[in-house]
């Protein structure tokens, strides 16, 4: 589409080869016949394919592929008039709401690096995430997030900022958009520009900056076509934040002619009765929110039939746990094991493997998708035997590009050409990955190594414990002991006694916890996680909770 003189996008130049005229393929012909997609081009083709169809319900209001496209293309160019151009940061802040999708795609086709910031995170990190991306602008959604805006204006006052809709605080993106004229997202990204740059949760200290290229999002996007098990036509309902994993599954179900129903936040209740009220047939979960499921007094199989697809990752699956969801709703779940330094899907368990005839495969993580390469390596950096536990390491298009401006951190996270991940694991003799545990979380005690989740998956399988999270704390014989925090099921009793006991039938003496505190729950990160840098900070605040 041709825009008017005053028009702020620059024309797109495609990259050409080496001694090759601009314009002219190697083969003497214009116009070269294939050249890297960008996320943006993969986003518009779905928009574009079914322009008179659904594409997101939120509430009571529906969008079509064809007022999803032009929102975009508008909010494209109203960035632009406020001074965002390519390689620009410009963060989001935002709930579950179509409009917060539709400016990270305006950011993402405008060639701006987007800075997704999670909606439960802390305004000092948030603050601290903005400066260290050299945040220039940000887009935030009024109402519950307009008091956090508030707080950025104080802390970093050179920060220009819009709001979606009606506010006190900045212009509004929705109304100035709605002034543009009617047009089609532009593509002004290339595909080596980092597309996104998302935060690490800090769980090991201040976050770090994930450059994830246009390479990067778009194998991502092929992947969870391949991997993912999509029902034909999905309704795929978002519980888990726009601003993280659920991102990156939006494309993929309007790609397949889709619609997206989006909850603003993770109410079992209200899960159970959208997904029969609207028939919802894919949705992405963390284990705890299956156990919430799961526990619920209005859990009704019947009235999750509709479900076709369950996505489900973040943290470990407890294994009787996912035993009784599939007893209960059948082989639907699919696995994804991944890190945002290769973000979603890198490993798979697929439907099939869900298999209640196989119970062993329920701990396992899957196997690795085609196109992704994942090793178990040993502290040599060479890969361990079959049933050995090492570290996961991964390589692939999937791959960020390192964290932004920390060489040496990207350096180490990259060495010897795979990615790190901390994770550890160990693969069986047909090729399925099992976790073993966070590298940080394991505990030495008394010169044994113990492996928190193969605690938690045990007291997740005696039938008074509906969580657990296992942690270390400090021993002055052993130097660390294993705690276990516990939340009872509903109306079950159990003692500490009986629940060390049950571990050391299981697992003996040296991997039961020395000690195990109840709790009403436990606590979670903004993702839905075990956070368990919250509780070994409250037993080393007080020395008292620790064994001693």
């Known amino acids: 589409m041709n825009f008017a003189a005053e028009d702020p996008f620059p024309a797109i130049s495609v990259p050409h080869a080496p001694g090759v005229a601009s314009g002219e393929s190697p083969h003497g012909r214009h116009d ?30 529906a969008w079509t592929y064809a007022e999803t496209a032009d929102t975009i293309a508008r909010m494209e160019r109203v960035l632009a008039r406020h001074g965002a151009a390519r390689g620009d940061a410009v963060a989001v802040l935002c709930g579950n709401c179509p409009e917060g999708w539709m400016a990270e795609q305006a950011c993402i086709a405008l060639g701006a690096r987007l800075i ?10 948030q603050a601290f995430i903005c400066e260290d991306a050299e945040v220039k602008m940000l887009v935030f959604e009024p109402g519950s997030f307009e008091e956090r805006a508030a707080g950025f204006k104080d802390a970093l006052p050179a920060l220009k900022m819009l709001g979606m809709g009606p506010n006190q605080l900045a212009p509004d993106l929705l109304a100035a958009a709605m002034a543009e004229p009617a047009s089609r997202i532009q593509v002004l990204g290339q595909q080596d520009d980092v597309a996104c740059q998302p935060y690490t949760g800090g769980t090991t200290g201040r976050p770090k900056g994930v450059m994830l290229p246009h390479r990067s999002l778009v194998y991502n996007f ?21 601003t993280h994993a659920a991102f ?40 705890s929110m299956l156990y919430a499921l799961l526990d619920h007094p209005a859990f009704d199989p019947e009235k999750l039939r509709s479900l076709e697809t369950v996505l489900y990752g973040a943290a470990a699956m407890s294994p009787p746990r996912m035993a009784r969801a599939l007893e209960c ?25 869900h298999d209640l005839a196989r119970p062993h495969l329920l701990a396992a993580s899957g196997k690795p998708l085609v196109g992704v390469q994942a090793e178990i390596h040993d502290p040599d ?20 590009d390192g964290y932004w401006r920390r060489p040496e951190e990207t350096a180490a996270a990259l060495r010897g050409g795979w990615l790190h991940t901390g994770d550890l694991a160990r693969r069986d003799e047909a090729g399925y990955l099992y976790l073993v545990d966070r590298l940080k979380d394991l505990i030495t005690t008394g010169g044994v190594h113990v492996y928190p989740r193969e605690i938690e998956d045990l007291l997740g399988a005696h039938p008074a414990v509906a969580m657990a999270a296992v942690i270390a704390v400090a021993d002055k014989t052993l ?36 000690s195990v505190d109840f709790a009403a729950s436990i606590p979670l990160t903004g993702l839905g996680k075990p956070d368990k840098k919250l509780l070994r900070a409250r037993y080393q605040d007080d020395p008292s909770n620790g064994v001693h």
Request: net charge negative; proline share 9%; aromatic share 8%.
């Open 222 to 242: 092929w992947l969870e076509i391949a991997g993912h098990q999509w029902p034909a036509r999905p309704r795929f309902l978002a519980v888990t934040p726009i």
């Open 329 to 353: 709703l059948g082989q639907i779940f699919v696995q994804m094991y991944a890190q945002t330094e290769a973000p979603n899907t890198a490993v798979a368990l697929r439907k099939q493997e």
């Open 116 to 125: 997704p910031l999670r909606p439960l995170g802390g305004l000092g990190d």
């Open 381 to 400: 950096e060479q890969e361990c035997p079959v049933g050995e536990v090492g570290e996961i390491v991964i390589r692939g298009p999937l791959v960020m």
């Open 32 to 61: 070269p016949l294939w050249r890297p997609l960008t996320y943006t081009e993969i986003v518009r083709a779905a928009l574009e394919r079914y322009p008179d169809e659904v594409a997101f319900l939120h509430g009571a209001r």
């Open 248 to 287: 990156l599954m939006i494309a993929p179900s309007l790609s397949l002619g889709g619609t997206v129903v989006l909850h603003d936040q993770f109410d079992p209740g209200h899960f159970i009765e959208d997904v029969h009220d609207r028939r919802v047939t894919a949705t992405f979960i963390v284990p």
């Open 479 to 514: 130097g660390e002991a294993v705690k276990a925090v516990v939340v009872r099921r509903p109306g079950a009793e159990v003692s500490a006694e009986e629940l060390i006991a049950f571990v050391t039938r299981k697992k003996g003496p040296a991997n039961a916890p020395a």
